[in-house]
């Protein structure tokens, strides 16, 4: 491209870049995503094992972990096993250090994407932890109340967006919204294989309002609106069809643009969404986000490498003054 693009591609906000672009490799995602989720090195240093104890959800977790990464680890059992114990420390720390935390299957699969991708489990702690408080929550609770209203208003956005297909769905309870429960607590990890896939989609959900995983949701229905629509009118039918859909074709960069566009035309906050009355997550944008938008900058080096700069607010004003100092003493009296 000419000079006027890499000035643009040279410093971007680590949101704007993890949503329109992506992190492209692994290497940028361990460097990124801490900073996505307003963690400081700190915070990452943290010795979870201490925060084990025993705890009621303790046996099902266990039974999760022993059915999990069998796809993510290829028949390399030393692997699989290595894994599965830092999957089971920083699930049972974050269940067990926090009260208002519960447990729910389909957890332990958003976990798994963490401790494949980094090697060291204190830094996937802090980042499972900030999940469950802030983008999760809404999962965590005793019951799934509250993800079933949720659902409910997954149904009234269809209805928004495509009269026909929500006719064609929901008009005479051919489905029920539940079909999208496992995408939506898991954000598509239970169900996609891919692991480039899911941490592109990942990219996108950590930068982004924790309810955009419904409208993605409804990008994957609506990009498959028409073999839905030629599909007989068959409860059985409809349902398998659609629990299957993200396992066949899930066109990650597709349907984030379509969810994006969803979120655009109805908001959250949209008069006939009752969305901001039912979801217990923190506000949006939370309050660490303004922070990392402010301080940390990523520059794109040659060959997809993205660097974090630190923008220090007091070098910048002592260069201004400098070069005011400079300027000042040019001007003839």
């Given at each position: 491209?000419?000079?006027?693009?890499?000035?643009?591609?040279?410093?971007?906000?680590?949101?704007?870049?993890?949503?329109?672009?992506?992190?492209?490799?692994?290497?940028?995602?361990?460097?990124?995503?801490?900073?996505?989720?307003?963690?400081?090195?700190?915070?990452?240093?943290?010795?979870?094992?201490?925060?084990?104890?025993?705890?009621?959800?303790?046996?099902?977790?266990?039974?999760?972990?022993?059915?999990?990464?069998?796809?993510?680890?290829?028949?390399?059992?030393?692997?699989?096993?290595?894994?599965?114990?830092?999957?089971?420390?920083?699930?049972?720390?974050?269940?067990?250090?926090?009260?208002?935390?519960?447990?729910?299957?389909?957890?332990?699969?958003?976990?798994?994407?963490?401790?494949?991708?980094?090697?060291?489990?204190?830094?996937?702690?802090?980042?499972?932890?900030?999940?469950?408080?802030?983008?999760?929550?809404?999962?965590?609770?005793?019951?799934?109340?509250?993800?079933?209203?949720?659902?409910?208003?997954?149904?009234?956005?269809?209805?928004?967006?495509?009269?026909?297909?929500?006719?064609?769905?929901?008009?005479?309870?051919?489905?029920?919204?539940?079909?999208?429960?496992?995408?939506?607590?898991?954000?598509?990890?239970?169900?996609?294989?891919?692991?480039?896939?899911?941490?592109?989609?990942?990219?996108?959900?950590?930068?982004?309002?924790?309810?955009?995983?419904?409208?993605?949701?409804?990008a994957l229905i609506m990009h498959n609106r028409k073999t839905l629509l030629s599909l007989e009118k068959d409860f059985a039918t409809i349902h398998k069809y659609l629990r299957d859909l993200p396992i066949d074709n899930f066109p990650v960069e597709e349907l984030i643009e379509s969810a994006l566009?969803?979120?655009?035309?109805?908001?959250?906050?949209?008069?006939?969404?009752?969305?901001?009355?039912?979801?217990?997550?923190?506000?949006?944008?939370?309050?660490?986000?303004?922070?990392?938008?402010?301080?940390?900058?990523?520059?794109?080096?040659?060959?997809?490498?993205?660097?974090?700069?630190?923008?220090?607010?007091?070098?910048?004003?002592?260069?201004?003054?400098?070069?005011?100092?400079?300027?000042?003493?040019?001007?003839?009296?």
């Amino acid at each position: 491209g000419d000079m006027h693009n890499n000035k643009n591609e040279l410093e971007q906000d680590p949101y704007t870049l993890a949503i329109e672009q992506g992190l492209l490799t692994p290497q940028n995602r361990r460097k990124i995503w801490p900073l996505l989720l307003g963690l400081e090195d700190q915070q990452l240093l943290q010795d979870h094992k201490l925060l084990l104890k025993d705890h009621e959800d303790a046996d099902q977790i266990d039974k999760d972990i022993q059915r999990s990464l069998w796809s993510q680890t290829n028949g390399d059992e030393e692997l699989r096993n290595q894994k599965r114990g830092e999957l089971s420390n920083i699930i049972n720390a974050v269940i067990s250090s926090n009260q208002d935390i519960y447990y729910y299957q389909g957890y332990h699969d958003i976990a798994s994407v963490l401790v494949m991708l980094y090697d060291d489990e204190k830094i996937s702690f802090a980042l499972l932890r900030r999940l469950s408080q802030c983008h999760l929550k809404d999962f965590h609770h005793s019951g799934l109340d509250i993800v079933v209203k949720m659902l409910d208003q997954l149904v009234i956005l269809i209805k928004l967006i495509d009269k026909e297909i929500y006719d064609f769905l929901f008009s005479d309870h051919l489905a029920e919204p539940y079909f999208a429960l496992s995408w939506v607590i898991t954000w598509f990890s239970h169900d996609v294989d891919e692991p480039e896939t899911i941490e592109r989609l990942f990219d996108f959900l950590l930068a982004s309002d924790p309810v955009m995983i419904y409208y993605v949701s409804i990008a994957l229905i609506m990009h498959n609106r028409k073999t839905l629509l030629s599909l007989e009118k068959d409860f059985a039918t409809i349902h398998k069809y659609l629990r299957d859909l993200p396992i066949d074709n899930f066109p990650v960069e597709e349907l984030i643009e379509s969810a994006l566009d969803y979120y655009e035309m109805f908001p959250p906050d949209h008069k006939q969404l009752d969305i901001l009355n039912i979801t217990t997550v923190p506000k949006y944008p939370f309050t660490y986000m303004e922070n990392t938008r402010r301080n940390k900058k990523i520059i794109k080096r040659t060959g997809g490498v993205f660097d974090i700069a630190t923008v220090s607010v007091f070098v910048m004003v002592l260069a201004y003054s400098t070069i005011l100092a400079v300027f000042l003493k040019r001007i003839p009296d």
